[in-house]
């Protein structure tokens, strides 16, 4: 505990092995140097957000979580077995079927430790577990993890200020205050050392109020009781005889059996389900959200639907008027933005809260980022396909566009491979930026891709070297050629009813722009070469984001070399 920036949260970090660059020194468990590997099986970190997976009850929450972390040796019935018990001891059977946005506070911390508990973790570290939480709710919630150290684990956790009536039921306490241990040991060896420093605690005072107030408003005494406490090297722990409740620990010793054996044999100790049955439960689990996730279907469903009679209305029967050609490469230049926008935009709004939900469960060892990023990529894809092909039938119909087949299936092709390449661009922004950030920067980033995308068109072949090198950089240029050539190319002489009609021959008009001889199947190659950049870089931008210990890693390595330099 101790006062806001005492550096809670850092230690925190270096204890759950959260943050491991830049800092000196050792960190040892049991008198052992601590193995990564092994200790990341064994301990959980429950962060300050209690964010939860969305449109799951408590129940198929708990399921999923175990299916995650027990691995495959352990059968459906003991899972079972184990999630009722694990809900059992946290108090949430009356909200067992109620989905996780209709918890309350209380409940939503419960049931974020309880999804930890699945696999009965020797060490749960919490960051600041009673934030938001009225007296009562903070009292049920420390009552909470004492019972859980009674079965025999250790929590760790970091408390800004407790109420009085519970801070004499902590074990140990260790006090922070500008980077310094003021104190470490029992709550009640806190008064008699506050005494021996010449900070007598008044009667007035709670110890845990005091000691925060004093370090706070006499920064001389941190020195004062920092060396009182020589840094935490002397601990005051109160000499007593710890005997722990064995009560309700037979429910895990399965678990417990498949753990060691895992580490006996030599197995993979980072996660417990192989990437084929990572990818297979995270389907299922993203498919059931979508499904239930009525609000987000319609409003897609309507969005592509009235989109597809706008266009196609604005546009409607010119698809073979001589006289309406650059009407026609409006109506290209339309359907782009459409796909640009909609599937940009989307990502860089809604991604961020992915990337605050996934944190947890990633860094906890729940499955991988490859495995989560795939399923993500695959669950995408059925929406995107069916009412993206929706907009793309309603307007090439509407348009009076040519009815054969190939060229619709290549149209549609083409169509398609620009929302998935701007997803894609989408998620690169979104794992980067937050929210705020993000709706700043994903139109900013695609008004100079559709101004080069639209550059040119008119001079013919007499672009500069310079641009067409510039203009190689927008695949949005990809998706308008694409589309032009798809719809112009191999025609017949278009319709006419003026005297005379200087795009009859559709060629022409391919030459004017600057697109004669290029062929639309080159275009979707190149569109879906840049699809797969984006998804590659949003992969990496993704796994900078989820993963304090990169950024934190490349910030030490720039701040090192700055230094060497200077």
Not at 135 to 158: D, P, W
Not at 197 to 220: F, K, L, M, R
Request: charged share 15%.
């Amino acid at each position: 505990m101790g006062p806001s920036g005492a550096g809670k949260s850092t230690l925190l970090n270096i204890l759950a092995g959260y943050v491991t660059a830049g800092v000196k020194g050792m960190i040892k468990i049991n008198n052992r140097p601590r193995d990564m590997k092994i200790f990341n099986k064994l301990s959980s970190y429950i962060m300050q957000e209690d964010i939860i997976q969305p449109r799951l009850s408590v129940r198929e929450a708990m399921m999923f979580a175990a299916r995650l972390k027990l691995g495959s040796e352990i059968g459906d019935t003991e899972r079972q077995y184990v999630v009722d018990e694990v809900i059992k001891l946290l108090g949430l059977e009356k909200c067992y079927d109620t989905k996780s946005e209709y918890l309350s506070g209380g409940q939503r911390k419960r049931l974020v430790v309880a999804l930890e508990l699945v696999n009965n973790p020797p060490v749960i570290f919490l960051d600041e577990p009673t934030t938001g939480l009225d007296n009562v709710a903070i009292k049920q919630c420390m009552e909470l993890l004492q019972k859980i150290t009674r079965l025999g684990r250790t929590v760790i956790c970091t408390v800004h200020q407790p109420p009085a009536s519970l801070f004499q039921n902590f074990d140990q306490v260790y006090v922070i205050a500008n980077g310094y241990c003021v104190y470490n040991g029992s709550p009640t060896q806190l008064v008699p050392l506050l005494a021996n420093a010449g900070c007598p605690c008044p009667s007035t005072y709670t110890p845990a109020d005091y000691i925060i107030e004093i370090v706070q408003s006499t920064p001389d005494t941190v020195s004062v009781l920092s060396n009182q406490i020589q840094n935490g090297k002397i601990n005051m722990q109160e000499k007593k005889e710890n005997k722990f409740s064995t009560a309700g620990m037979e429910i895990f010793e399965v678990y417990q059996d498949t753990a060691r054996t895992a580490i006996t044999n030599g197995r993979d100790l980072m996660f417990p389900l192989p990437f084929s049955g990572q990818l297979h439960i995270l389907l299922v689990r993203m498919f059931l959200q979508m499904r239930r996730n009525h609000s987000a279907l319609y409003i897609q469903f309507f969005h592509h639907f009235l989109s597809g009679l706008l266009v196609g209305g604005i546009y409607f029967g010119l698809g073979n008027d001589a006289s309406q050609v650059i009407a026609m490469f409006k109506y290209v230049l339309s359907i782009n933005v459409f796909f640009m926008y909609t599937y940009v935009m989307v990502p860089v709004l809604l991604f961020p809260l992915e990337v605050k939900l996934m944190k947890r469960e990633y860094f906890n060892r729940w499955y991988s980022l490859k495995a989560y990023y795939i399923a993500l990529t695959i669950a995408t894809l059925p929406l995107l396909i069916v009412f993206g092909f929706m907009f793309l039938s309603i307007v090439y119909l509407l348009s009076n566009q040519p009815i054969e087949l190939n060229r619709f299936l290549w149209f549609g092709a083409i169509g398609l491979a620009v929302g998935l390449c701007s997803q894609g661009l989408g998620y690169v922004i979104g794992s980067l930026f937050s929210i705020t950030n993000g709706s700043v920067v994903g139109p900013s980033t695609l008004a100079p891709l559709l101004a080069l995308a639209c550059y040119g068109m008119g001079y013919r072949s007499a672009i500069e070297p310079f641009m067409k090198v510039l203009m190689g950089f927008s695949y949005l240029r990809y998706g308008v050629v694409g589309l032009t050539s798809n719809l112009f190319t191999d025609r017949h002489s278009m319709d006419c009813d003026e005297i005379y009609c200087h795009y009859r021959n559709p060629e022409l008009m391919l030459k004017d722009m600057g697109m004669e001889g290029e062929d639309y199947k080159y275009q979707l190659l190149y569109i879906l070469a840049f699809m797969v950049f984006f998804r590659i870089t949003a992969y990496l931008t993704l796994k900078y984001r989820m993963t304090a210990e990169l950024s934190n890693k490349i910030v030490y390595y720039a701040t090192k070399i700055v230094k060497q330099n200077q």
